[in-house]
């Protein structure tokens, strides 16, 4: 099963997704392909002193704690043309006792005519780095990875480009997570989801990005 927020007019189809069981799922996997379809002016992001916008289309698997997570993965393509284009994965998080929601996207963003890996991290707001895909691999089919990793010095989520050959590119380590007064993220729900997003407000026309092997790991 998994959950589609759409805010276009196309149709789409769900595919099933593999569990290991129903009672305690600790794999989400598809290797099927589906597609997202974001209309213009669509986005996810986050900007003082006022603008907060969560309108880009998702397909998402169950929601379930925080503390459970492991990883997801998922690997997708697109023609991009417009300023902004995206797609990727996005975590969401939601607080059980009403804190504000936060949010995690990474995967490929169109900027300045030049296709960048992208990773915004949004606590109280929303801050972007990127790098060119040509610094890793000239490519049109990307892949992301979010892993929780626990080291020396605690515990956090790590991000990553993943090469055609397997190779793990870090792109950013991210702490908040498991940060403020709930370190075992047992106060937070996780989303996790596909993302399309088309900015641009005078684009003519749909982004379509197409996905597939889509996998999120829980423990």
Same mark, same amino acid.
């Given at each position: 099963?998994?959950?589609? +927020? #759409?805010?276009? %007019?196309? &149709?789409?189809?769900?595919? /099933?997704?593999?569990? *290991? $069981?129903?009672?305690?799922?600790?794999? !989400?996997?598809?290797?099927?392909?589906?597609?997202?379809?974001?209309?213009?002016?669509?986005?996810?992001?986050?900007?003082?002193?006022? +603008? #907060?916008?969560? %309108?880009? &289309?998702?397909?998402?698997? /169950?929601?379930?704690? *925080? $503390?459970?997570?492991?990883?997801?993965? !998922?690997?997708?393509?697109?023609?991009?043309?417009?300023?902004?284009?995206?797609?990727?994965?996005?975590?969401?998080?939601?607080?059980?006792?009403?804190?504000?929601?936060?949010?995690?996207?990474?995967?490929?963003?169109?900027?300045?005519?030049?296709?960048?890996?992208?990773?915004?991290?949004?606590?109280?707001?929303?801050?972007?780095?990127?790098?060119?895909?040509?610094?890793?691999?000239?490519?049109?089919?990307?892949?992301?990875?979010?892993?929780?990793?626990?080291?020396?010095?605690?515990?956090?989520?790590?991000?990553?480009?993943?090469?055609?050959?397997?190779?793990?590119?870090?792109?950013?380590?991210?702490?908040?997570?498991?940060?403020?007064?709930?370190?075992?993220?047992?106060?937070?729900?996780?989303?996790?989801?596909?993302?399309?997003?088309?900015?641009?407000?005078?684009?003519?026309?749909?982004?379509?990005?197409?996905?597939?092997?889509?996998?999120?790991?829980?423990?």
């Amino acid at each position: 099963l998994i959950v589609e +927020h #759409n805010r276009t %007019s196309h &149709p789409q189809t769900l595919h /099933p997704y593999l569990t *290991l $069981s129903t009672a305690a799922i600790s794999s !989400i996997m598809s290797s099927e392909a589906f597609t997202l379809f974001a209309s213009p002016d669509t986005d996810v992001w986050k900007k003082p002193p006022s +603008h #907060n916008v969560y %309108s880009a &289309p998702t397909k998402a698997v /169950p929601t379930k704690s *925080l $503390s459970q997570f492991k990883s997801a993965k !998922i690997t997708f393509s697109a023609d991009w043309s417009e300023q902004y284009d995206q797609g990727g994965l996005i975590l969401t998080f939601d607080s059980l006792s009403g804190r504000e929601r936060r949010w995690i996207k990474t995967g490929l963003e169109y900027y300045n005519g030049t296709q960048q890996i992208s990773t915004v991290s949004c606590h109280s707001w929303a801050d972007w780095s990127i790098v060119p895909l040509t610094a890793f691999e000239d490519t049109k089919t990307i892949t992301v990875l979010v892993e929780k990793v626990h080291d020396d010095l605690g515990l956090g989520l790590w991000i990553y480009y993943v090469k055609q050959d397997g190779t793990k590119e870090p792109l950013r380590e991210v702490c908040w997570v498991y940060g403020d007064d709930d370190a075992s993220g047992t106060d937070w729900n996780l989303t996790v989801g596909a993302l399309a997003a088309r900015p641009a407000k005078d684009a003519k026309s749909d982004l379509e990005v197409q996905f597939k092997d889509f996998d999120v790991q829980w423990e």
